[in-house]
């Protein structure tokens, strides 16, 4: 099997001075292999997984979400291609024990990076084709004498490091790779961050997810009403009920846990079991106001307005001890 991984970069919206304005998406892509379809390959079987999150929550959800279409206890070799980032080659020690990683430099990262030391693009080529014939060593050797006589740019000490801190992975033997960087510009880039638009961290990696499961194939999640709702609205919502309760006596302070249900489940509720005792119980419609008639007789006034009754839930237990 075959599993690359990059990330990408969209803006933040709402970020308080000193913090960072951009968010990295961590993309991943596993796929069985490439065939021929007319003048272009294409990926078998490809899953993808896409969030902002830390790598250590990052890879345990993307094996789980190629465990849904490959078996991975028949799974035998891995080749995993990189940008040389760290958290992309810590993701195979994610798979099971007995399966072999195998490293891959992505050659599109290797070949952009020698490129970028010269100014004639002949000498960068140059090297291109000695790190595609397998002379790691003899390139970064190349590029260091180019350093010592003045003929690279600045930033070409930066990327002779890098050569000998991935000699491991450039230009070693396996399948096909290097669809990642297409990969997030088609299916995230083009979405997130093609357009003058900005995002929250959570809105960021809600939507990351959400164009990865759909670009595989699986199941989103359906949206609930509880689950779609902001923070602010929740804590608004939760606000107005509980201050409405309170100045209505119906505060539920000193009582057992609390069963919520609907309003309109509890209009319809004959009678409700308090402890050891029954406490029938019947709604009226009084002038306009809700009445409680208690077993013996008493009536004591809910108080809770119509329109607080049909958006609110409302606690039986606070209702049933007064």
Known sequence: MCVEADGTWVAL?????????????????????????????????????????APGEFWPEAVAAIGSEFDLSALERVHLGTDGEGWCK???????????VVGHLDPFHVDRALLSCFDDAAM???????????????????????????????GAPRVLACLRRNAGLIAVDGPSLGTMESENQHLYKSRMASVPCAWSRPGASHMARLRSRRASG????????????????????????????????????????????GIRAAQGIRGLLVGRGALCCRRRLRNGRN??????????????????ARRRSIDPWSVCTL
């Open 13 to 53: 919206q709402g970020t308080a001075p000193g913090e960072p304005s951009k968010v990295e998406i961590e993309a991943m892509a596993a796929y069985s292999g490439k065939v021929a379809r007319g003048r272009k390959a294409a990926r078998e079987h490809c899953v993808r997984h896409g969030c902002a999150c």
């Open 90 to 100: 810590r993701g195979g020690a994610y798979f099971p024990l007995r399966v072999e």
């Open 124 to 154: 960068g080529r140059r090297l291109v084709e000695v790190v595609n014939d397998g002379g790691r060593e003899a390139a970064a050797a190349l590029l260091e004498a180019c350093i010592d006589m003045g003929l690279a740019r600045k």
């Open 218 to 261: 699986r199941a989103v999640p359906p949206r609930t009403r509880a689950g779609s709702a902001t923070p602010l609205r929740r804590r608004r919502d939760e606000g107005r009920e509980t201050a409405a309760l309170d100045r209505r006596g119906l505060s539920a302070t000193g009582c057992p846990p609390p069963r919520r249900v």
């Open 291 to 308: 009445w409680l008639v208690g077993g013996r007789g008493d009536v004591t006034p809910i108080k809770v307005t119509p329109s607080v």
